[in-house]
Structure formats: structure tokens, C-alpha cells
């Protein structure tokens, strides 16, 4: 079966960094998606990845390793309104998206 | 500015009844999708479809269907609801079905 892992709830203090961890088990690969998605609200897009290798946007990063099936979102200078879940979803064999059951993030002051 | 919708944002019906969900995107994707978000589970695939008149089923299509009679819209129902139903659905939209996803605000719907 298909499978994406991710921790389920994790904490962090405001102006650290962060990693949160993905890892996937999917029939075929075709690229790497990050969404975030605060409270009540949709998922917004954050990062893709295709191939390996460190993508960088602002304060956010994303890495991937396909041979080890594994991804992470970096998250650095934490602000209090990066509170969120982050969903991790990964392009299947056939074009479809496969979704972790994300990672809420806390922020402490 | 393009988005997509929903509608209603909050439903709340009784078992057995048939409801719709409406989406509306201005995208002009081709490609939509229905998925439904419940406490520990990520985002499930009902129903998807990739262009006018092409529906296909998801991880969790029992129960729903959905009819794609133009580019900006794809309407799901429940044919008979269910308690298990109570959830919040999203629709979403791409202009390639492996490419950005953009969302809907999303339904929340309380099936009692």
C-alpha cells in the first residue's frame, strides 16, 4: 500500500528552527508537495520538490532524498503566526496525490 | 483575481437526506477534486475529474457522486447521508493533475 509518515504534533519556540520530517512509501514518484494549513482553514501551497536536493524560499526550505524516500520542511526564524499543520503529499504513478496526515506545529513565545 | 468556492460553508441535515456541495472555480482548470478531512486522517480523495464530462472515483467515493457539465464547476452529493459523512470537504483545482493544487475555503458538514 501507499503510505506518507509524519509526526503527528511537534513544538518549537519562537525565533528557533525547526524540521519536520516526511517520509513516503508511494507507488512511483512524481515530485514532492509542502502545504500549510492553519486552523479552519484551507491548505495553502509551500514548496515542491521533483528532485533531489535542498529548495529554498525565504524563511522556508524543503529537501529530498528519493532513493532514501524522505523529505523535510525547514522552518527558520519562527514566528508565532507559522502555527500551523503542514501536510506533506507526494505525486503517485498515476498524477495523483498521495497526503500525509500532517504535522501540527506549536509555537511557544 | 481567479479562486474557487464553496458552498455552502457550514450544513447541517439529517441521516438519509441527499445534500449537495457546490465548488466554482475561475481558474479555468481543467482538473478538479473533492476530498474530505477528518481528525488523524490526511486529506482523503473522493471524486476527481480532469476535463467536461470525465468524473473518476477516489480512495472514499462510496456514498458520493459528482456530474462535471462545465469547466468551473463540480458539485458533490451525498445520495443518502450518514453519520460517518460528517466531515469537512474541500475542493480543489490544477491546471495539470500533478501540478499546485489551489483550495477551496471548505464545507464543513454535520451529518446527525
Known amino acids: 500500500g501507499q503510505n506518507i509518515d509524519q509526526p503527528t504534533e511537534m513544538t518549537a519556540t519562537e525565533g528557533a528552527i525547526v524540521q519536520i520530517n516526511c517520509t513516503y512509501q508511494?507507488?512511483?514518484?512524481?515530485?514532492l508537495f509542502w502545504y500549510q494549513q492553519h486552523a479552519g482553514e484551507a491548505p495553502t501551497f509551500l514548496s515542491y520538490?521533483?528532485l533531489d536536493g535542498l529548495e529554498e524560499k525565504g524563511r522556508f526550505s524543503s529537501f529530498l532524498s528519493r532513493s532514501k524516500g524522505y523529505s523535510y520542511l525547514l522552518l527558520k526564524e519562527l514566528q508565532m503566526k507559522d502555527s500551523a499543520s503542514y501536510l506533506c503529499?507526494?505525486?503517485?504513478?498515476?498524477?495523483?496525490?498521495?497526503w500525509g496526515a500532517g504535522t501540527k506545529l506549536i509555537i511557544k513565545p | 483575481d481567479a479562486e474557487i468556492t464553496q458552498s455552502p460553508r457550514h450544513k447541517i441535515t439529517e441521516t438519509g437526506r441527499q445534500v449537495t456541495l457546490a465548488c466554482h472555480q475561475t481558474?479555468?482548470?481543467?482538473?478538479m477534486f473533492w476530498y474530505r478531512q477528518d481528525l488523524g486522517h490526511g486529506l482523503r480523495l473522493i471524486h476527481y475529474?480532469?476535463?467536461?464530462?470525465?468524473?473518476n472515483k477516489g480512495e472514499v467515493s462510496d456514498g458520493y457522486s459528482v456530474s462535471r457539465s462545465n469547466t468551473e464547476d463540480l458539485p458533490l452529493t451525498l445520495e443518502s447521508a450518514a453519520s460517518s459523512q460528517t466531515s469537512v470537504y474541500f475542493c480543489?483545482?490544477?491546471?495539470?493533475?500533478?501540478?499546485?493544487?489551489?483550495f477551496g475555503p471548505g464545507t464543513r458538514l454535520l451529518v446527525l
Open positions: 481558474w479555468n482548470h481543467n482538473n
Open positions: 475529474s480532469y476535463g467536461v464530462q470525465d468524473t
Open positions: 520538490n521533483v
Open positions: 508511494t507507488s512511483g514518484f512524481n515530485g
Open positions: 503529499a507526494v505525486v503517485d504513478s498515476n498524477y495523483q496525490l498521495i
Open positions: 480543489a483545482s490544477s491546471e495539470q493533475p500533478q501540478e499546485t493544487q489551489y
